[in-house]
């Protein structure tokens, strides 16, 4: 039958045998696909789980999309609708999603978004490999969140960990899509270090750009990096307009140096120059200089009756800490200057006295001499110190800048101190604890006398209680000095002399409250001490230990304060003052005069001393004062507090009165926010003595998201003076906030 039908149907025996092949080949690729692939298809995601086993690499790979096909073989996986990829510190969404769990490659269309630990890249289509975080995204928009950083690009490219590359790209640490500033480039080239490297790029203030560079390199993240930074702006009054431009070299981790170029329309071109070391916690340093070659004469600047004759004004500070072998300390504080008028005139800015002083006191806690001081110290000097002694030697210059005094002026070449601090002494029948101070000393001059000397002291305490109620200690020393001078009417000379002390003094206290946690002490003392008078014309009188007067003396000293006890929860207290108050007065019985304003004898009273301080939250208050017995009233009083208050961030008021210095003057100062971003300052020194304001301040500060402009107006007695400083958040600035 078959072959009659093929017989009877031959005519159409091909054109069937064509389309039963036709068909065939068509059903080959989804048989095939059936037999490679696994097609799922849900209308809610579907969480699979691949194991990635590469050579170098293990780990797990989530994958959800609104449709899956796998291809087990080639081991790759295609998300369609919402896909999500996600692994242990990186995810990856789009529309649609390629990936090859075997290599890493993933290719990504729609919406794409990708995360990488705490940044962010967004685009509209790319390549990249979840092994090696590298890839290539278009029209791209990056977020870096250690810089604080957003890039926006035609093209970017991810080299390596935060290594980059970028066409067409716009660049700011201000969240689009308006930017207070931004940097506009054709390339740009940005490290793991967060250095950016940018060709032909503008810098914008909003969508305006005023200035160009054909070539760009700086910094754009809190770590160490070379280059330029921002500006800080002046004028005023003597030196006319002023820019000061700071260049910042990265020398290694623990070292960096920064130059600055500063011109002075009305001055000349003043450099600067600052060294930053840090070897260790104990081995520091930081070293300033300023030079300038003054076009501006002054025969007489703010009428101190000085005149300055050099044009070559310079400003060299330093201050060093250093480790030293067997457990010593090197310390060196330097201070030289010019002229006695450099600091009045340029001690404002990024390099001035102010910034420098705030530096110095951040890293060292020490302190320049107040800026008014015409002998200027330096000194060099190592030290040790141990549980039962202190041995410490030291070199000091001192910089008189009053002209006609400098051959005259002392300095010590050197000292020496060793000091033993208090120690029982052994097998002794009764407490008996001994110390002992131990110096050399030569002070050296061009003209005038010189002094070497040596003094010796030992001294020895006895502790003992009355009636468990008064506590007594007596103090037994002798002060040997042995001196050596050229220039007065002996080259040698001993001079021995004693002391004896007697001081009494109990403790009454009470407490209060259910928990007993504040407590009232009140403290009364009597001190008894004598040591003989004698003449001591002859001998040189440069500092106090050539002058150790006679006593013959008893002083009486009042000590209270109020302590309140804190819980932390934990079982543990915490005890803070609250208030305390002191009152002190000595009687010299031998009838010489204890007031430095009246020499004459029968005025056997001191002065009356009190103090004050009183705690209350953030807000601290010390009031002092001295009070003469003798018709003159109070001779001395100052105050000071400082603290918060609403609104107002800080606050600090201090007033000095002293008749025998002649000083009646008044500072205030306030620092605070006055509206959302605005934060302003003010503060004044004013003289009573003189009826004038010294120097008064205004400043003025606007924080936004990724900039701040701060801008000061000083006043003074010689010259008005405005400053601008600008910070943008990722490349730094200079502000003049206190």
């Known amino acids: 039958m078959l072959r009659s039908y093929l017989q009877m149907n031959n005519k159409h025996f091909v054109p069937m045998v064509m389309v039963i092949v036709l068909a065939s080949i068509c059903l080959i690729p989804d048989y095939l696909d059936a037999r490679l692939a696994e097609n799922v298809d849900a209308k809610s995601s579907t969480l699979s789980t691949l194991e990635n086993n590469g050579p170098k690499d293990k780990g797990k790979w989530d994958v959800s999309a609104q449709q899956l096909i796998f291809y087990h073989s080639s081991k790759v996986v295609v998300g369609v609708g919402n896909v999500f990829v996600k692994g242990e510190d990186i995810s990856i969404s789009g529309d649609r999603i390629t990936f090859n769990w075997e290599t890493g490659d993933v290719w990504a269309y729609g919406e794409v978004f990708i995360r990488i630990g705490e940044d962010r890249i967004i685009g509209d289509s790319g390549k990249f490999n979840v092994k090696n975080g590298t890839g290539q995204i278009e029209e791209a ?32 640490t201000c969240s689009p899509p308006k930017q207070a500033w931004s940097f506009s480039c054709k390339r740009l080239l940005l490290d793991e270090n967060g250095m950016a490297v940018a060709w032909g790029s503008k810098f914008n203030v909003r969508s305006i750009p005023i200035l160009y560079s054909p070539w760009l390199k700086v910094p754009l993240n809190k770590y160490k990096k070379s280059g330029v930074l921002i500006p800080s702006i002046s004028t005023s009054t003597r030196n006319g307009f002023g820019i000061n431009i700071p260049y910042y070299i990265v020398l290694s981790d623990s070292a960096d140096i920064t130059f600055y170029q500063n011109p002075l329309v009305a001055r000349g071109w003043m450099e600067g120059i600052e060294f930053r070391y840090m ?119 001192n910089d008189n800048q009053i002209p006609g005094e400098q051959d005259k002026t002392i300095q010590t070449l050197p000292r020496i101190h060793l000091k033993g601090l208090q120690k029982r002494l052994l097998h002794s029948p009764v407490p008996l604890y001994m110390d002992y101070d131990v110096s050399y000393v030569n002070y050296w001059r061009e003209r005038g006398v010189k002094e070497q000397r040596i003094y010796l002291s030992p001294s020895l305490q006895i502790p003992w209680s009355l009636f468990n109620m008064i506590d007594l200690t007596s103090f037994i020393s002798a002060q040997d000095r042995i001196y050596r001078v050229e220039g007065g009417s002996y080259t040698t000379r001993n001079e021995l002399t004693g002391k004896f002390e007697l001081d009494a003094a109990t403790t009454l206290e009470r407490f209060y409250g259910g928990k007993r946690n504040l407590k009232h002490v009140v403290r009364p003392r009597i001190i008894y001490s004598y040591r003989p008078h004698e003449d001591q014309g002859e001998l040189p009188n440069i500092d106090e230990l050539d ?44 009838g010489k005069s204890l007031l430095p304003h009246v020499k004459e004898e029968g005025h056997h009273f001191s002065d009356l001393y009190g103090e004050l301080e009183l705690y209350l939250g953030k807000t601290f208050f010390r009031y002092d004062a001295t009070y003469n017995m003798y ?60 009826d004038k304001d010294l120097e008064s301040e205004y400043g003025i500060k606007y924080e936004s998201q990724c900039w701040a402009l701060d801008t000061v107006l000083q006043m003074n007695r010689d010259e008005t003076r405005v400053m601008f400083g600008i910070e943008l958040l990722g490349l730094g600035g200079w502000s003049y906030g206190r």
């Open 141 to 172: 928009r990056l977020y870096l969140k250690r810089n604080q950083l957003h890039i926006e690009a035609k093209t970017l490219k991810k080299k390596g960990f935060q290594e980059f590359e970028a066409t067409d790209a716009v660049i700011s």
């Open 631 to 690: 018709g003159r009233g109070f001779t001395t009083y100052n105050i000071w507090a400082h603290g918060e208050v609403w609104r107002l961030s800080s606050y600090e008021l201090a007033y000095r009165y002293s008749k025998l210095t002649n000083i009646n003057e008044f500072n205030v100062a306030f620092e605070g926010r006055l509206m959302d971003r605005l934060y302003g300052r003010y503060s004044l020194r004013k003289s009573f003595e003189q």
């Open 547 to 590: 002058r150790l007067e006679g006593q013959n003396r008893i002083t009486f000293e009042l000590l209270s304060f109020l302590t309140t006890k804190i819980e932390d929860g934990k079982g543990a207290f915490a005890y803070h003052d609250l208030l305390r108050f002191k009152l002190r007065q000595s009687y010299e019985m031998e």
């Open 279 to 397: 070897a260790s916690p104990a081995s520091k340093g930081i070293l300033r200089y300023n030079f300038l070659i003054d076009t501006k004469s002054d025969n007489d600047f703010n009428n101190d009756g000085f005149s300055r004759e050099n044009e070559k004004r310079w400003w060299f500070r330093a201050k060093v800490d250093q480790e030293l072998p067997y457990g010593f300390l090197g310390m060196a504080d330097i201070d030289l200057i010019s002229d006695l008028d450099y600091l009045q005139e340029f001690g404002y800015g990024p390099m001035g006295y102010d910034k420098t002083e705030q530096t110095f006191e951040r890293f060292f806690n020490r302190f320049l001499e107040d800026d008014t001081a015409l002998i200027r110290p330096s000194y060099v000097q190592i030290q040790k110190e141990t549980t039962d002694a202190f041995i410490g030697a030291q070199m000091r210059y």
